[in-house]
């Protein structure tokens, strides 16, 4: 019975387009489930013994099918949950990477402009770019503000996006790391962003964007500070 169903779950699982993992994990989800089944129906017996219940054996017989799902659908959320997660990081580290990258791809524009100053200085020093009569610096100056606002969005409503920042950044080097980070402080220019939003970066209905940036960036500013120490 437990093979037939695990046939059945991962059949209807590549039917619906589920991950590989699901419909492989759900194939042994009735066996996986035997053992949850087993300490589910112990639970209740000792709970019913413990109430003074008569006939309990009966009890628990009738109710074989309703355990018998409770565990099979205990184990599905493991299996699912386990797929979910591992999906949900994998897409995030690949977001991740990519704003790593086009950042990577700003700064080396910005080195270009101005040769004399280095990654560090630009990094740590903004405004000395946005301060010149470079229509080009400033330019690239808002695309940053602009990665990093989709970053700072990634980090507070996108599943996992934590977890993939962090591995993100023990994977990579050191000056990436260091360009990625302080990058992201980018967000204290509050009265040049603001005025972005106001001139229509994100369109006319602004309103909630800007006040999401102005509410969550302080914390999120105060976390990046932590991984750049």
Same mark, same amino acid.
């Given at each position: 019975?437990?093979? *037939?169903?695990?046939?059945?779950?991962?059949?209807?699982?590549?039917?619906?387009?589920?991950?590989? $993992?699901?419909?492989?994990?759900?194939?042994?989800?009735?066996?996986?489930?035997?053992?949850?089944?087993?300490?589910?129906?112990?639970?209740?017996?000792?709970?019913?013994?413990?109430?003074?219940?008569?006939?309990?054996?009966?009890?628990?017989?009738?109710? $074989?099918?309703?355990? #018998?799902? &409770?565990?099979?659908?205990?184990? $599905?959320?493991? =299996?699912?949950?386990?797929?979910?997660?591992? %999906?949900?990081?994998?897409?995030?580290?690949?977001?991740?990477?990519?704003?790593? &990258?086009?950042?990577?791809?700003?700064?080396?524009?910005?080195? =270009? /402009?101005?040769?004399?100053?280095?990654?560090?200085?630009? /990094?740590?020093?903004?405004?000395?770019?946005?301060?010149?009569?470079? *229509? !080009?610096? @400033?330019?690239?100056?808002?695309?940053?503000? =602009?990665?990093?606002?989709?970053?700072?969005?990634?980090?507070?409503?996108?599943?996992?996006?934590?977890?993939?920042?962090?591995?993100?950044?023990?994977?990579?080097?050191?000056? !990436?790391?260091?360009?990625?980070?302080? #990058?992201?402080? $980018?967000?204290?220019?509050? @009265? !040049?962003?603001?005025?972005?939003?106001?001139?229509?970066?994100?369109?006319?209905?602004?309103?909630?964007?800007?006040?999401?940036?102005? %509410?969550?960036?302080?914390?999120?500013? !105060?976390?990046?500070?932590?991984?750049?120490?």
């Amino acid at each position: 019975m437990a093979l *037939a169903n695990g046939i059945y779950l991962s059949s209807h699982n590549a039917f619906r387009g589920f991950p590989r $993992a699901v419909i492989v994990g759900n194939f042994f989800r009735s066996v996986l489930s035997i053992p949850f089944a087993i300490l589910f129906n112990t639970v209740i017996g000792a709970s019913l013994a413990v109430g003074g219940v008569i006939g309990i054996d009966a009890i628990l017989q009738k109710w $074989a099918a309703i355990i #018998s799902k &409770a565990a099979s659908d205990f184990v $599905a959320g493991i =299996i699912e949950g386990l797929s979910d997660r591992y %999906s949900n990081i994998h897409l995030r580290f690949r977001d991740y990477r990519k704003k790593l &990258a086009d950042l990577l791809r700003v700064y080396t524009q910005l080195e =270009i /402009l101005f040769p004399e100053t280095g990654t560090r200085d630009i /990094l740590e020093h903004p405004r000395r770019m946005s301060d010149k009569d470079n *229509a !080009e610096a @400033r330019d690239l100056e808002k695309i940053v503000m =602009i990665h990093v606002l989709d970053m700072l969005y990634f980090w507070m409503y996108q599943p996992r996006a934590r977890t993939a920042l962090l591995r993100l950044l023990d994977t990579i080097s050191e000056e !990436e790391r260091q360009i990625l980070v302080i #990058s992201q402080f $980018a967000l204290d220019r509050n @009265r !040049e962003i603001s005025q972005m939003f106001i001139d229509g970066v994100l369109g006319k209905d602004f309103a909630r964007a800007l006040s999401f940036y102005l %509410s969550r960036s302080p914390e999120y500013l !105060e976390v990046m500070k932590r991984l750049s120490d």
